[in-house]
Antibody, heavy 118, light 106 residues
Framework: QVQLQESGPRLVKSSETLSLTCTVS????????WSWIRQPPGKGLEWIGY???????NYKSSLKSRATLSVDTSTNQFSLQLTSVTAADTAVYYC????????????WGQGTLVTVSS | SYELTQPPSVSVSPGQTASITCSGD??????VSWYQQKPGQSPLLVIY???KRPSGSPGRFSGSNSGSTATLTISETQAMDEADYYC?????????FGTGTKVTVL
């Protein structure tokens, strides 16, 4: 079955760029929308953005200036870059698949905690 | 931006019914999904398109959506249902999550 796995540095310094990759295994990355979602410790879920086949992206308005999603179909991976991070960006970051219907997230990675240090 | 509001907590006795609400402007006109999240785990989709259950979601989970409120109902609640629950919708090409509800099975 299809599985998602996040990878990347767990510690990022303030003002630098957070970079995460999600590897899709057991299925093709093509023909689906993919998303990043984060959850600060003890808080709720926040959608960051989605990407489809490197051509179509959209971001939460408050993160649009700092977030970039990309896809590499040759490696079956998609990635998140978040620039100029602060302590407020400390969170568990999840990658997720958007269902064929386009309205919900039907598959999630296990999540990875990224801490922004000063 | 669009907002979804949930009660912070709901308590229920084992075997009883728990109802979790999710409120938003004209929410009944949108599709609502619900996720269960247990401590240390990723969210799990339990209801989509207001009332549909994905494969593997127990039959005791049901959903409805009308007016400005969507509701997740857990019938015959079990101890294993104790978790955080989030509603979610799609608005203007963006995805929005509710504030989350902690369900405690007493």
């Amino acid at each position: 079955q299809v599985q998602l796995q996040e990878s990347g540095p767990r510690l990022v310094k303030s003002s630098e760029t957070l970079s995460l990759t999600c590897t899709v295994s057991g299925g093709s990355i093509r023909s689906y929308y993919w998303s990043w979602i984060r959850q600060p410790p003890g808080k709720g879920l926040e959608w960051i953005g989605y990407i489809y086949d490197s051509e179509r992206t959209n971001y939460k308005s408050s993160l649009k200036s700092r977030a970039t999603l990309s896809v590499d179909t040759s490696t079956n991976q998609f990635s998140l870059q978040l620039t100029s991070v602060t302590a407020a960006d400390t969170a568990v970051y999840y990658c997720a698949r958007i269902s064929g219907g386009g309205r919900e997230f039907d598959l999630w990675g296990q999540g990875t905690l990224v801490t922004v240090s000063s | 931006s669009y907002e979804l509001t949930q009660p912070p907590s709901v308590s229920v006795s084992p075997g009883q019914t728990a109802s979790i609400t999710c409120s938003g402007d004209k929410l009944g006109d949108k599709d609502v999904s619900w996720y269960q999240q247990k401590p240390g785990q990723s969210p799990l989709l339990v209801i989509y398109e207001d009332f549909k259950r994905p494969s593997g979601s127990p039959g005791r989970f049901s959903g409805s959506n009308s007016g400005s409120t969507a509701t997740l109902t857990i019938s015959e609640t079990q101890a294993m249902d104790e978790a955080d629950y989030y509603c979610q919708t799609w608005d203007a090409s963006t995805y929005v999550f509710g504030t989350g509800t902690k369900v405690t099975v007493l």
